[in-house]
T-cell receptor
Framework: DTGVSQDPRHKITKRGQNVTFRCDPI?????LYWYRQTLGQGPEFLTY????????KSRLLSDRFSAERPKGSFSTLEIQRTEQGDSAMYLC?????????????FGPGTRLTVL | AQKVTQAQTEISVVEKEDVTLDCVYE???????LFWYKQPPSGELVFLIR??????QNEISGRYSWNFQKSTSSFNFTITASQVVDSAVYFC???????????FGGGTRLMVKP
């Protein structure tokens, strides 16, 4: 399967712990995006990469959130000192074009539950 | 700032009925792109249709059609002859020159009953 993959699919953690999620985009896609979706809401943009460069990170929710894409392929999203309000679905998407008209292909998401 | 509003939170129809999902957007940019995505119970967002701000021609693709009107900032989506498999949450989204992210509406949950 050559779609966007995310790992893990589910994560349960205790408040205060750090968590890291991984996203593998479609192989030829140069752009990678992270979104957060809370229950009953639409996805909310967090950050995005073009190749290995993080071009927008002002929308990250706090300094506890960070993302990397070290070799321009897979990406990781880390949340430090998790809080119960971090419980949500974290979605990754990728796209090929330099043009904003191209659709973003989404992965299945990682559902985070903070106890 | 960009904003997308989907006033209908939930719609219920009987199979074979036509259904229209409403979307209203706000942006100051003159160049922008509008999308519809579907999120079935499995959770994965699936791209459906796209429109750019320079093309107001409305189209039909199979059972899907859309009505883009810049004058009212609306981008409505219609499913003809709905099927049970169409049951999902549908999101309208906007992408502008102000950034390279999608701004999503709150979604409309569509339930198609047999």
């Amino acid at each position: 399967d050559t779609g966007v993959s995310q790992d893990p699919r589910h994560k349960i953690t205790k408040r205060g712990q750090n968590v890291t999620f991984r996203c593998d985009p479609i192989s030829e896609h140069n752009r990678l995006y992270w979104y957060r979706q809370t229950l009953g809401q639409g996805p909310e943009f967090l950050t995005y990469f073009q190749n290995e460069a993080q071009l927008e990170k002002s929308r990250l929710l706090s300094d506890r959130f960070s993302a990397e894409r070290p070799k321009g392929s897979f990406s990781t999203l880390e949340i430090q000192r998790t809080e119960q309000g971090d419980s949500a679905m974290y979605l990754c998407a990728s796209s090929l074009a330099w043009d904003r008209s191209d659709e973003q292909f989404f992965g299945p998401g990682t559902r985070l539950t903070v106890l | 700032a960009q904003k997308v509003t989907q006033a209908q939170t939930e719609i219920s129809v009987v199979e074979k009925e036509d259904v229209t999902l409403d979307c209203v957007y706000e942006t100051r940019d003159t160049t922008y792109y509008l999308f519809w995505y579907k999120q079935p119970p499995s959770g994965e967002l699936v791209f459906l249709i796209r429109r750019n701000s320079f093309d107001e021609q409305n189209e039909i693709s199979g059972r899907y059609s859309w009505n883009f009107q810049k004058s009212t900032s609306s981008f409505n989506f219609t499913i003809t002859a709905s099927q049970v498999v169409d049951s999902a949450v549908y999101f309208c989204a906007l992408n502008t020159n102000a950034g390279n992210m999608l701004t999503f509406g709150g979604g409309t949950r569509l339930m198609v009953k047999p």
